[in-house]
């Protein structure tokens, strides 16, 4: 089983290696890989937690069995016992039928010797022992004690034969009682035997389930590490183009620059500056228009009208300042306070706080991610501006500006347009 394990194991982990291609790929083809591979994380992250319902309930019927075994291993005990009261009783009663058949027998052997010294003493006849009665009165009284003794006799005989039945009734009551004792503690022990080979089939089951329960979370850690070494390639690949895009504006400044020096040279003295720094980005405490090329950014990412809207909107107030606590555009918000503003100029009403932004609208995958999005993080939030940037408020040294999305771990993306 575990050498099972080992080689599915392997076999996915190579599957994996293999869906990460030898060519260089782009953002949106590595971002479309890293949507595949979450969705196969969660497919059997789903799978781990129906096997895992399904081990707990097994392992349920196995407490369940325990406690029915335990019920009738005590049951059986307990008959047992019964059965060991009842041999006791059956051997107390036999002692007693013996006793008793001793007195019967005793008794009508008593009886025996008096009819025979009665009736046959010397070569006198019954009827010559009352002859030879003295009198009337003798041979009545002698008559009336033959009658007594021998109904006594008669009596007690009938008395020990009664005890004698009433004991082996008892005796054969007892025995016919010890028999369904000793029936039931059969079935019982039969019952005990089925009930222990349900429980090694029920514990075979719940091992079954850990074994695939153990391969799953084997390939859902083999999973993670791809959607890390993933995650890792798109975030170096957003910030090759962060630097390829700071050192074309650089050079495109540069060539701003040299151009306007050469007009100045060439109107020197006619009262014109065109010495304005920084474009047409906003200057702290201001609010102008969006670049250029923020505006292209934003315009050649897919996604909606209305989110590119909010978006270049948001890029407006670039450089403006943080501040924490606050919620003005152009004096200065903290994080939470500069979405919830851009979104108010919408006439859409989000939370305050970054954390409760963090369950507002829908959630989406990163890779689904669009402009107008909010882009969640811990403790912070910024707004996805598309191609693999967010505008946010930063830190109150850097204000309000542009970075690569993915520049610490996202936790979620909720759309709420």
């Known amino acids: 089983m575990r050498k099972r394990a080992l080689c599915t194991l392997l076999i996915i982990v190579m599957g994996m290696t293999q869906m990460i291609p030898a060519y260089a790929a782009t953002i949106p083809e590595l971002k479309q890989q890293l949507a595949e591979t979450q969705n196969q994380l969660n497919a059997i992250s789903g799978q781990a937690s129906g096997l895992e319902g399904k081990r707990d309930a097994v392992e349920e019927e196995i407490d369940e069995l325990d406690g029915t075994l335990v019920e009738l291993m005590s049951s059986i005990s307990l008959l047992e016992e019964e059965i060991e009261d009842k041999k006791a009783e059956i051997v107390q ?40 009665s003295k009198s009337i009165s003798d041979m009545i009284n002698k008559a009336e004690y033959i009658e007594k003794l021998y109904a006594y006799d008669r009596k007690m005989l009938l008395s020990y034969q009664e005890t004698r039945q009433q004991v082996a009734d008892l005796k054969e009551r007892l025995e016919e009682e010890k028999s369904e004792l000793e029936a039931e503690e059969f079935e019982l022990k039969e019952e005990e035997a089925a009930l222990e080979e349900a429980l090694e089939a029920k514990r075979a089951e719940a091992e079954n389930y850990e074994v695939q329960i153990a391969q799953i979370r084997q390939s859902a850690a083999a999973y993670k590490a791809l959607i890390k070494q993933q995650t890792a390639q798109i975030k170096q690949l957003e910030a090759e183009e962060a630097a390829k895009r700071a050192k074309e504006e650089a050079e495109r400044k540069a060539r701003e620059e040299a151009e306007r020096k050469k007009n100045e040279k060439n109107n020197k003295g006619n009262g014109s500056d065109n010495s304005e720094k920084g474009g047409n980005s906003p200057k702290p405490g201001s609010s102008g228009s969006a670049s250029a090329d923020v505006l292209s950014l934003i315009n050649s990412a897919s996604g909606s009208a209305k989110g590119k809207e909010v978006a270049s909107f948001a890029c407006r107030f670039i450089g403006n300042p943080y501040v924490p606590g606050g919620t003005s555009l152009t004096n200065g918000a903290d994080c939470s306070g500069f979405t919830q503003a851009v979104y108010r100029e919408f006439g859409i009403s989000i939370p305050r706080n970054s954390s409760s932004q963090r369950s507002c609208g829908t959630g989406v995958s990163y890779a689904d991610a669009q402009p107008g999005d909010l882009i969640c993080y811990a403790g912070h939030v910024g707004m996805y501006i598309g191609n693999g940037y967010i505008v946010h408020a930063s830190t109150q040294r850097t204000g309000i500006k542009i970075t690569p999305a993915t520049y610490k771990e996202i936790l979620a993306v909720r759309r709420v347009l």
Do not use: C, P, V
């Open 93 to 132: 009663a036999q002692d007693e039928l013996d006793k008793a058949i001793a007195r019967e027998e005793k008794q009508y052997e008593a009886m025996k010797m008096r009819i025979k010294f009665m009736y046959e003493k010397g070569n006198s006849s019954y009827a010559q022992l009352l002859f030879e």
